[in-house]
């Protein structure tokens, strides 16, 4: 069993809600849930990515002729 996470919500939601009582609400909400939680954990790991380019130097070589001579160095 996990542990509880209690939200007080509008009594008019509440009483929708009700009305679909087959539908699996507990599923359905740890699925928002987390999607959402990966949503901002994706958030985080760009802006690490972000911070961490920023303090990279560029090079003064051109990204192409690096490649180029990569390729041309395995034939």
Same mark, same amino acid.
């Given at each position: ?12 939601? @509440?009483? !929708? #809600?009700? =009305? ?11 699925? /928002?849930? @987390?999607? !959402? #939680?990966? =949503? ?11 911070? /961490? ?23």
């Amino acid at each position: 069993m996990g542990e509880i996470l209690s939200i007080p919500i509008p009594k008019e939601i @509440k009483a !929708r #809600l009700e =009305e679909y009582k087959d539908f699996d609400w507990k599923q359905y909400l740890i699925e /928002v849930l @987390k999607r !959402r #939680l990966k =949503e901002f954990e994706v958030q985080n790991l760009l802006s690490d990515i972000d911070r /961490v380019n920023e303090r990279l130097e560029t090079s003064e070589i051109p990204s192409w002729r690096l490649i180029r001579e990569e390729r041309d160095a395995r034939s």
